[in-house]
T-cell receptor
């Protein structure tokens, strides 16, 4: 059955390094979300795209984070330079929505566990 | 604005006990409401949803009714199992955005 995939599943890196996380949404879904989950903050929305265009990235630290959708089958979240406080699990989710209504159900990927030393 | 408040956990129950996890929301317009479940080491999975007032979502023995008059969407299950141990998130979808509660951890003991 169709699933959202994310790579890598685990990433350990050192402070200052660039990190790129990838997400393949479910085929046919036109909306992609990036979330960050930590024990302290819970689940935070970082950014989301509709039809590959960014609709909202207000949750994302602009100076170091960037999110893109090079094509309909790939979304990327990049951190440069990474910092220890970026350590978290990053989830991608996809769904089907229209321009004048809320996105229906979101389907989550398994997450990328990032550890920045 | 839009927000979701759910009861803090952890909730610890014995197997076959009755479960209620409270969820209330604030929203403009007519949101859709969801419950998601997260098992250890995994992403969130949709458990059930309701898209309009008085709708009841149900799945795997779990139920929740969209109550507009009390702005609530409480999750219930008549008899929990050890395998139900997980974190449960209430969520609201409105105007192209999702708003998640902080999650309630459920521990079910044999």
């Amino acid at each position: 059955d169709a699933r959202v995939t994310q790579t890598p599943r685990d990433k350990v890196t050192e402070m200052g390094q660039e990190v790129t996380m990838r997400c393949q949404p479910i085929l046919g879904h036109n909306t992609v979300f990036w979330y960050r989950q930590t024990m302290m903050q819970g689940l935070e929305l970082l950014a989301y795209f509709r039809n590959r265009a960014p609709l909202d990235d207000s949750g994302m630290p602009k100076d170091r984070f960037s999110a893109e959708m090079p094509d309909a089958t790939l979304a990327t979240l990049k951190i440069q330079p990474s910092e220890p406080r970026d350590s978290a699990v990053y989830f991608c989710a996809s769904g089907l929505g229209t321009s004048d209504s809320s996105t229906d159900t979101q389907y989550f990927g398994p997450g990328t566990r990032l550890t920045v030393l | 604005g839009n927000s979701v408040t759910q009861m803090e956990g952890p909730v610890t129950l014995s197997e076959e006990a009755f479960l209620t996890i409270n969820c209330t929301y604030t929203a403009t317009g007519y949101p859709s409401l969801f419950w998601y479940v997260q098992y250890p080491g995994e992403g969130l999975q949709l458990l059930l949803k309701a898209t309009k007032a008085d709708d009841k979502g149900s799945n795997k023995g779990f139920e929740a009714t969209y109550r507009k008059e009390t702005t609530s969407f409480h999750l219930e299950k008549g008899s929990v199992q050890v395998s139900d141990s997980a974190v449960y998130f209430c969520a609201l979808a409105n105007f192209n955005k999702f708003y998640f509660g902080s999650g309630t951890k459920l521990n079910v003991k044999p």
